[in-house]
C-alpha cells in the first residue's frame, strides 16, 4: 500500500543545533516534494519544493534533500532557534496517480532554550 | 492584499444540520483544494478543483460536496451523511494542480 512517513512524532534539540527531519515513502513515484510548516490552529505555510532531478535545495538555514532510490527527503534547520518550533510536512506530488498531494503526519518540532 | 480566506474560524453544528465552509482567493489560482486535518494526523483531501465549473473527489468526499462556480470561490458544504464531522478544515489554492498551495487560515468545525 502507499505510505508517507514522517520521523517521530515530536522531535526535541536544543537551540543552536541542526534539527533533521525525515520523510520516508512506499509505493509513490514523485515528481517533486515539498516542505510546510504549520502552527497551532493555523494554516501551513510552504518552505521548499525539490525536484526528483534535484538532490538538495537551499533557502538561508533551511535546507531539503530527495534520493529517490532510497525513497527519502530530509529537512535540515540549522542554527535553529525557538522561532522554529512548528509542526512540519512534507508533501508529495502523485498527480500520476489521478490526484495532486498527499501529506505525510508531519513532526512537530521543540526548540529548547 | 492577496491572498485565501476561510470564514468563519470557528462554527458549530448540531446533529443533523448541513453547513457551508466558505473559502475566497484572489490569487488568480486555477486549483483549489480542501482539506480535513484531524489531531495527530496529516492533511487528507476531500475534494479539489482545476478549473471553474469541474471538480474531483479525494480520498474522503464521503459526506461533502462542493461547487466551483466562479475562480475565487470553492464553498464546502458539510453534510449530514458526514458521520465524523468534527475537525479543522483547510482550503487551499495554487496556480496549477502541483505546485506550491497557499493555505487559509482555516475552520474548525465542531458538531455538538
Known amino acids: 500500500s502507499q505510505k508517507i512517513e514522517q520521523n517521530s512524532e515530536a522531535l526535541n534539540i536544543q537551540e543552536g543545533k541542526t534539527a533533521t527531519l525525515t520523510c520516508n515513502y512506499t509505493n509513490y513515484s514523485p515528481a517533486y516534494l515539498q516542505w510546510y510548516r504549520q502552527d497551532p490552529g493555523r494554516g501551513p505555510v510552504f518552505l521548499l519544493l525539490i525536484r526528483e532531478n534535484e538532490k538538495e535545495k537551499r533557502k538561508e538555514r533551511l535546507k531539503v534533500t530527495f534520493d529517490t532510490t532510497l525513497k527519502q527527503s530530509l529537512f535540515h534547520i540549522t542554527a535553529s532557534q525557538p522561532a522554529d518550533s512548528a509542526t512540519y510536512l512534507c508533501?508529495?506530488?502523485?498527480?500520476?496517480?489521478?490526484?495532486?498531494?498527499?501529506f505525510g503526519p508531519g513532526t512537530r518540532l521543540s526548540v529548547l532554550p | 492584499d492577496g491572498g485565501i480566506t476561510q470564514s468563519p474560524k470557528y462554527l458549530f453544528r448540531k446533529e443533523g444540520q448541513n453547513v457551508t465552509l466558505s473559502c475566497e482567493q484572489n490569487?488568480?489560482?486555477?486549483?483549489m483544494y480542501w482539506y480535513r486535518q484531524d489531531p495527530g494526523q496529516g492533511l487528507r483531501l476531500i475534494y479539489y478543483s482545476q478549473i471553474v465549473n469541474d471538480f474531483q473527489k479525494g480520498d474522503i468526499a464521503e459526506g461533502y460536496s462542493v461547487s466551483r462556480e466562479k475562480k475565487e470561490s470553492f464553498p464546502l458544504t458539510v453534510t449530514s451523511a458526514q458521520k465524523n464531522p468534527t475537525a479543522f478544515y483547510l482550503c487551499?489554492?495554487?496556480?496549477?494542480?502541483?505546485?506550491?498551495?497557499?493555505f487559509g487560515q482555516g475552520t474548525r468545525l465542531t458538531v455538538v
Open positions: 508533501a508529495l506530488d502523485i498527480y500520476n496517480y489521478g490526484q495532486n498531494f498527499v
Open positions: 487551499a489554492s495554487s496556480t496549477q494542480i502541483n505546485t506550491e498551495a497557499f
Open positions: 490569487l488568480n489560482h486555477d486549483a
